[in-house]
Structure formats: structure tokens, C-alpha cells
T-cell receptor, first 115, second 115 residues
Framework: GNSVTQMEGPVTLSEEAFLTINCTYTATGYPSLFWYVQYPGEGLQLLLKATKADDKGSNKGFEATYRKETTSFHLEKGSVQVSDSAVYFCALRGNYGGATNKLIFGTGTLLAVQP | DGGITQSPKYLFRKEGQNVTLSCEQNLNHDAMYWYRQDPGQGLRLIYYSQIVNDFQKGDIAEGYSVSREKKESFPLTVTSAQKNPTAFYLC??????????????FGEGSWLTVV
């Protein structure tokens, strides 16, 4: 079945450092890929998404490229801020018809940015 | 403002009680979902509904029940049969159709604690 694997946390960085959070997936066909962010005590917010191979999703300085050849969707940001401290979830949805398009999540990666 | 409203934010349940978590959306979305999040883990799907008066079990439906009598409402009941209900519960919704490319949007979540 479909699954998502993302790097273990926590990731601790200094402000203005470069961020990479790795995400790989296993899926049949051509899923859509998502990154969600969760701030403490809150729900999930969509950060970015990509719906086909080689698409690049971007938002708030974060980027991720849908790489079908490596089945990856790594999240990157060139210069993190303290306000980026949160848990980041990689997720996929299969592009099938009907009720099988569940959102499947990785386990989440906690990012802590220090001033 | 359009969005997904969950209530209550915090709920305490005594052993043997049923409790109901409310979820209302004004996004005109056909599909609605309930997820459970345990500390340090990803999200797991409890139930989902693609259309009014229809719903399907997710991966961890045992001990839970739902109803979908109105398009905008998808309440979740945590029954006494759920042996480990303490968790963070997230309601979500999305447009149906277009395969899995549509984004799933989340509410702010409800914390349920057994006392």
C-alpha cells in the first residue's frame, strides 16, 4: 500500500541556516504530494503541494520538488527563522477515483530554530 | 470567514462515557474526514464521508461513530468502547472529484482527555 517516510526529528537549527527535511514515498501510480505544518496546539495548515512529477511547490520561502525517479519530495528553505519552529508533515493522496484518495501522513518532523 | 470549526477545544471524558466532538465547515466541501493524532506520531484516519448520508470507516474506526446528516456537519462520537481515547482529534474537509489533487483543509483540533 501507499506510505510516506520522513526523516526523524527533532531538527535543531540556528536562525538563517539552511533547512532540508527529507521525505520519500511508496505509491501506485501518480500520487499528489503535500507538506503540512503544525504549530504548537494547533491544527494542520497546508504549506505547499505538487500534483505531478517535476512540479515544484513553494510558499513562504519553502520549496519542494516532486521527484518521481527518486520517489522523493524533500522540503527546503534557504534561511529559517525562529517563527518556522513547528512540526512538518509530508503526506500523499493517491489519484484514483472514488473513496480511495485518503491522505497518508509521515510521522512528522519537529523543527526547532534557535535565535 | 470560511473555514472549519471544531468544538470544544478541550474535553474531558470519564471512563464509560460517550462524548461527541463537533465539526462544522462553511467551505461548501462535499468530503469530510476525522483524524486522530497521538503525541509524536502522524495522523490516522478514523472515518470519512464523501457525501451527505454516506460515510466510510478509515483505518482506526473501532470505538468511534459518525453521522453526516448535513453537508456542513460531521460530528464524531467517541464511545466507551474506545479503550484509549486520549488524543488530539482533527476534522478536515475537501472538494470531491479531481482525484487526489484537491487539498484537504484542517480545523484547529480538539483535545480529548480521559479522567
Amino acid at each position: 500500500g501507499n506510505s510516506v517516510t520522513q526523516m526523524e526529528g527533532p531538527v535543531t537549527l540556528s536562525e538563517e541556516a539552511f533547512l532540508t527535511i527529507n521525505c520519500t514515498y511508496t505509491a501506485t501510480g501518480y500520487p499528489s504530494l503535500f507538506w503540512y505544518v503544525q504549530y504548537p496546539g494547533e491544527g494542520l495548515q497546508l504549506l505547499l503541494k505538487a500534483t505531478k512529477a517535476d512540479d515544484k511547490g513553494s510558499n513562504k520561502g519553502f520549496e519542494a520538488t516532486y521527484r518521481k525517479e527518486t520517489t522523493s519530495f524533500h522540503l527546503e528553505k534557504g534561511s529559517v527563522q525562529v517563527s518556522d519552529s513547528a512540526v512538518y508533515f509530508c503526506a500523499l493522496r493517491g489519484n484514483y477515483g472514488g473513496a480511495t484518495n485518503k491522505l497518508i501522513f509521515g510521522t512528522g518532523t519537529l523543527l526547532a530554530v534557535q535565535p | 470567514d470560511g473555514g472549519i470549526t471544531q468544538s470544544p477545544k478541550y474535553l474531558f471524558r470519564k471512563e464509560g462515557q460517550n462524548v461527541t466532538l463537533s465539526c462544522e465547515q462553511n467551505l461548501n466541501h462535499d468530503a469530510m474526514y476525522w483524524y486522530r493524532q497521538d503525541p509524536g506520531q502522524g495522523l490516522r484516519l478514523i472515518y470519512y464521508s464523501q457525501i451527505v448520508n454516506d460515510f466510510q470507516k478509515g483505518d482506526i474506526a473501532e470505538g468511534y461513530s459518525v453521522s453526516r446528516e448535513k453537508k456542513e456537519s460531521f460530528p464524531l462520537t467517541v464511545t466507551s468502547a474506545q479503550k484509549n481515547p486520549t488524543a488530539f482529534y482533527l476534522c478536515a474537509s475537501s472538494i470531491s472529484g479531481d482525484g487526489g489533487r484537491n487539498t484537504i483543509y484542517f480545523g484547529e483540533g480538539s483535545w480529548l482527555t480521559v479522567v
